[in-house]
């Protein structure tokens, strides 16, 4: 421990996001460093690199305006989120620094923000239902407390309206004290206002950390790590079930690409870093439950899949981490269905543990395959529709185009509304019922 | 040997320490994190360290550990889990709370707990290395001591007994330990390495019968997300039948293995009834637990499962997944600034893999009696390509391939092992195996069964062009008796009571598609129509 504040102003380059600085002593890697612009601002910064006195520092603000002798002030201190009950129902920026007017908390203790692995021993296996109010999530890919589910959605596709509609809508199981961590990474201000907007509807709390798209790009590596260091305090430390929505991993991923980029790293796929997956597990891989312990962190990432592209490295290292997928559809919203969720690649890994009697509905993983298996029946046969026509196709598999046709319209297609796993199922019922394929 | 840190980058630190040996451990830090020299240059080594860097200085000391990265083997590794560095990860968890902190040592065996130890053994007789001195009972197994000194016994326990106490003494005044330390990354010594002969049972109909997989052989099982990979595992894991399990979670979820684990502690082995976790070793390190560590973390597993099949036990290592553990070693690889090869991975990547899958095989043991130690691994290709690096080096030696289809696994057909892509090196001597022990018609049947769907296949492109209406009957009742062996035979439920299949009940299944079909061919011929045919089947 030093007892005071190393201060430098051996700047020997600025490199994008970077900074190389020579003859620092007794340097921790990732300590946190902070730098005093010309202009009489301050931003932070963090060691990356050591090479006896030469240090690599990446800066979380924006590096323009900085000259060679700017100072730097070298703090001893690893990054740290400041932590309190009295969080709740605050924004913040990337940088963990008020946005909403009022003056900054007096923080109950301070947590490490990127976090300490989970001991798998001590994870309990997630298995309580979670209503988001749509069927295609809650009937056929059922989320549960614990887990982590990302929507993978395109361009142009509703991917905000669906998780607005998850935020305003999801109930819990047992119904504890509930809670929500939104972090909006480089989003448009159209997209801010509107999330804002839907933060000030809910009932429940929330804590926002946001950066804009006009805002530092490396800052966006922080938000998602201070999102879930306040997650995981409320939600152990609280008791709290807490629901981390991401938008938008794919902006997480960029920023990564530019600071690597910026080291001289050697790139991997796409030029993203090769390191990525195991970046990206270090942030997916902090929701869970702990053994013993109430309260629960919940993730849903949003990945927006450039190229529509479901095997490009982003949504395909997600894939490999999360629990699942839930993948949008730009046929189905093309044909007005909302949410337009394609249930034949979306998955919900911990389904089987969250379903059935004592959770959902006895019924339900009866529902769930038979819809399945019918649906992707007639899915199959729309490319044979394609070639033959629907006339050469004999009878029966005229039926299951049909209910293939039903099931978009009238189970995946709800609208605005919400429905409760009762009315989900019921609805599936009925449209088996009446193409007599309940009992098969 | 004292040193200091000279400088650090992600989990590769520099030290100033001199006279290490390569691969010899080094503790760096005042934390003692724990590392391996990776590159030594005159005046300096690099280190490759097993544990979160975050707040390490430059300055800080080094101290070398004058010995490779070690594994304990000894009683009480069964139902154990230990992280990549064989950390035991119950007892951390009830020392330091949920989360893991780096720094903090504990030996994965415990000490304390008393074993009843048999002696083969009377104090004063002459022992070679590799005879048993006596055994302790580890759940159902027997579990020997070995000698490993020649000489003569001064003094050996009888009874009760701890690991942390000495088991007796040679009469030259060399302890005897139940306790052996060895360095990971050297196979263990057997007499000979024998061919693999019998089959490795796994209770996946697609596997044993059309796939079959041989004790001490190799399989590896690529598939992109969603195709079930993990499941296929644990499902493979509950059912073997081997003597013992060691099951390598590289790089995955913490929630998965959440759930193995309150499985395995539930759930009753088919073979002998005992629990599940009696037979099994848990390495585990998830994919935000620290890259270097989950690159040692199959090489603890393995010396482990060597461990225990010199002990002349069958023992499976099973890995989720191999893809994980290459990225670690591209990770480390780029950290030390080395060339690259294809994508990134080092141009080592086969090599070392080649060198993983070697020490699997059937084995005559210095004690003379017959181990062996299959592996099946699991692989993660980005993007579901088959033709990356990682798929590709782990083909050249893998002796049984399973490839997982996204387009089975989206129409829910489980285990989504695509039957035209994949194969067994061992599939003729297993299916002559199984046609001498279980039944003759076995081979007949698995000959019958690859035609059916290799027919299908080509029906099936015909049909897409005019339509299942302009086939000919014959054609369309294979058709339908080819979709029942995809549905009732190759699937399988890893949910339900139909999550394990013995190779008689295997049998029992296909023979009655077969036989339905050949009689259904029968009536057509004598001018039965087809609707009825299927009716009465």
């Not at chain 1, 649906?375 to 044979?384: E, F, H, P």
Request: proline share 5%; net charge negative.
């Amino acid at each position: 421990m030093r007892l005071s504040e190393h201060i430098y102003r051996t700047i020997s380059s600025i490199r994008g996001p970077l900074l190389f600085a020579d003859g620092i002593l007794a340097v921790r890697i990732g300590e946190v460093v902070r730098i005093a612009y010309p202009d009489g601002t301050v931003s932070d910064g963090e060691v990356l690199k050591i090479d006896g006195g030469t240090v690599l520092i990446q800066v979380f603000g924006e590096t323009r305006g900085l000259d060679l002798a700017t100072p730097l002030v070298f703090t001893d201190a690893v990054k740290k989120a400041p932590l309190s009950a009295e969080i709740i129902g605050r924004v913040f920026n990337g940088s963990f620094l008020p946005l909403d007017g009022a003056p900054m908390f007096v923080p109950e203790r301070w947590g490490p923000v990127t976090g300490m692995p989970l001991n798998p021993t001590a994870r309990a296996r997630p298995e309580e239902f979670i209503e988001t109010g749509f069927s295609a999530i809650d009937g056929l890919n059922t989320l549960v407390k614990g887990q982590k589910l990302p929507i993978f959605s395109s361009a142009g596709l509703p991917a905000r309206e669906m998780a607005a509609g998850i935020l305003r809508n999801s109930r819990l199981a047992g119904g504890g004290e509930f809670a929500v961590v939104f972090v909006a990474l480089g989003l448009t201000h159209h997209d801010y206002s509107f999330y804002m907007q839907v933060l000030a509807e809910m009932k429940s709390g929330f804590v926002a950390f946001i950066n804009r798209a006009g805002e530092p790009v490396v800052e966006r590596l922080l938000a998602p790590r201070f999102g879930l260091a306040v997650a995981e305090y409320l939600a152990f430390t609280r008791g709290m079930d807490v629901l981390v929505l991401v938008t938008d991993m794919t902006n997480y991923c960029d920023a990564l690409r530019e600071v690597s980029t910026a080291r001289e790293e050697l790139p991997g796929r796409r030029g993203y870093p090769g390191y990525m997956y195991s970046d990206l597990a270090s942030i997916y891989e902090r929701a869970g439950r702990i053994k013993g312990m109430a309260g629960s962190v919940t993730m849903l990432p949003v990945v927006t899949m450039p190229e529509d592209d479901i095997t490009h490295p982003i949504p395909d290292l997600t894939g490999y981490i999360t629990e699942g997928q839930i993948v949008l559809s730009r046929e189905l919203h093309q044909r007005e269905v909302f949410p337009p969720v394609d249930v034949l690649p979306s998955l919900s890994r911990l389904m089987q543990r969250g379903i059935g009697a004592g959770h959902t509905r006895e019924d339900h993983r009866r529902v769930a395959n038979l819809l399945y298996k019918h649906y992707a029946k007639g899915r199959d046969l729309r490319r044979l529709e394609a070639i033959v026509g629907r006339d050469g196709m004999i009878e029966s598999d005229r039926l299951m185009l049909d209910f293939a046709e039903a099931f978009e319209r009238e189970l995946v297609n709800q609208g605005g509304a919400r429905r409760d796993i009762d009315e989900t199922l019921d609805t599936g019922i009925a449209l088996l019922r009446r193409f007599s394929l309940e009992t098969s | 040997m004292t040193g200091r840190i000279l400088g650090i980058s992600g989990p590769t630190v520099t030290v100033d320490l001199t006279g290490l040996k390569l691969y010899d451990m080094v503790r760096v830090g005042e934390a003692g994190l724990i590392g391996e020299v990776v590159r030594l240059e005159r005046d300096r080594a690099v280190v490759q360290v097993y544990q979160d860097t975050r707040g390490l200085a430059v300055n800080e000391p080094a101290r070398g550990m004058d010995a490779p990265l070690t594994v304990q083997l000894g009683p009480g590794l069964l139902s154990g889990m230990f992280d990549g560095l064989q950390r035991p990860l119950e007892r951390i968890r009830e020392e330091s709370g949920p989360f893991i902190s780096g720094g903090r040592e504990l030996f994965p065996l415990d000490r304390d707990r008393s074993w009843r130890f048999i002696p083969a053994k009377r104090e004063g007789e002459e022992v070679a290395p590799g005879e048993i001195l006596g055994h302790v009972e580890e759940g159902p197994f027997r579990h020997p001591i070995f000698a490993r000194h020649a000489g003569r016994l001064a003094r050996l326990a009888d009874g009760a007994c701890t690991l942390g106490e000495a088991l007796g003494a040679m009469a030259d005044g060399r302890e005897i330990s139940a306790v052996e330390s060895w360095p990971v990354r050297k196979a263990r010594p057997y007499r000979k390495k024998l061919s693999p002969s019998a089959p490795l049972v796994t209770g996946q109909r697609v596997i044993d019968f059309l796939f079959p997989l041989a004790r001490g052989g190799t399989a590896i099982f690529p598939g992109g997300f969603g195709t079930g990979k993990t499941i296929l595992e644990q499902a493979i894991a509950k059912f073997v039948d081997v003597d013992l399990v060691v099951y390598v979670g590289c790089g995955e979820r913490g929630n998965e293995m959440a759930e193995l684990l309150e499985e395995f502690v539930s759930l009753a082995d088919p073979w002998s009834g005992q629990p599940l976790m009696q037979r099994t070793i848990v390495v585990v390190n998830t994919s935000n637990m620290p890259v270097a560590a989950r690159e040692a973390s199959i090489y603890t597993a393995v010396t482990m499962a060597e461990y225990y099949r010199d002990m002349g036990f069958h023992v499976l290592l099973l890995a989720d997944s191999i893809s994980r553990w290459a990225e670690a070693l591209r990770e480390i690889s780029s950290s030390l600034e080395e060339m690259p090869g294809e994508e990134g991975y080092p141009t080592y990547l086969s090599s070392r893999l080649a060198g993983f899958f070697e020490r699997a095989g059937v084995v005559e043991t210095l004690g003379g009696q017959i181990g062996s130690l299959s592996m099946i691994l699991s692989v993660s290709p980005p993007g579901g390509d088959f033709t990356e690096p990682v798929t590709q080096a782990c083909l050249r030696t893998a002796g049984a391939f399973y490839m997982l289809d996204t387009s089975l696994a989206h129409r829910r057909h489980f285990p989504a092992i695509n039957w035209f892509q994949s194969y067994s090196l061992y599939e003729r001597e297993m299916v002559g195996h199984f046609s001498e022990r279980v039944a003759p018609g076995w081979g007949e049947l698995h000959r019958r069964c690859r035609e059916l769907l290799q027919r299908e296949e080509t029906l099936r492109e015909v049909a897409e062009i005019v339509g299942v209406e302009g086939l000919q009957d014959a054609d369309r009742l294979l058709m339908k008796v080819a979709e029942r062996v995809r549905q009732e035979f190759l699937s399988q439920n890893a949910y339900t009571e139909d999550a394990f299949s013995p190779p008689e009940q295997t049998l029992e299944r296909i023979a009655g598609i077969v036989e339905l079909f050949d009689r259904a061919e029968a009536r057509l011929k004598e001018g039965a129509l087809l609707d009825e045919v299927l009716k009465e089947s």
